[in-house]
Nanobody, 123 residues
Framework: QVQLVESGGGLVQAGGSLRLSCAASGRTFSASAMDWFRQAPGKEREFVAAISWSGISTHYADSVKGQFTISRDNAKNTVYLQMNSLKPEDTAVYYC????????????????WGQGTQVTVSS
């Protein structure tokens, strides 16, 4: 069993930055590709970014390319999402999720989800 706990959310002004963390328990973390998703009020959950088990491969939604950076530290069982130049439309609950595979070139299946962390960007 793996538990995922997100942190680092909060209230920030437009143009500011936040770094989200997702701490994982369990020995399978380093073997799993990890994703970040977000869900804004009244909208469906959407994919934000993904990183392979090694950290070598990453993938981003077009809406955050060049703005967000996903990374991981397997020694700390943690995946990060660095968010820069934040905009009001980035306001959402951000979730991390663990895939059932370590690579990004397969159809993802998510085994575990965190509880989410709120990010609010004021204009």
């Amino acid at each position: 069993q793996v538990q995922l706990v997100e942190s680092g959310g909060g209230l920030v002004q437009a143009g500011g930055s936040l770094r989200l963390s997702c701490a994982a328990s369990g020995r399978t973390f380093s073997a799993s590709a990890m994703d970040w998703f977000r869900q804004a009020p009244g909208k469906e959950r959407e994919f934000v970014a993904a990183i392979s088990w090694s950290g070598i491969s990453t993938h981003y939604a077009d809406s955050v390319k060049g703005q967000f950076t996903i990374s991981r530290d397997n020694a700390k069982n943690t995946v990060y999402l660095q968010m820069n130049s934040l905009k009001p439309e980035d306001t959402a609950v951000y979730y991390c999720a663990a895939r059932n595979t370590g690579v990004l070139n397969t159809t993802p299946k998510y085994m575990y989800w965190g509880q989410g962390t709120q990010v609010t960007v004021s204009s």
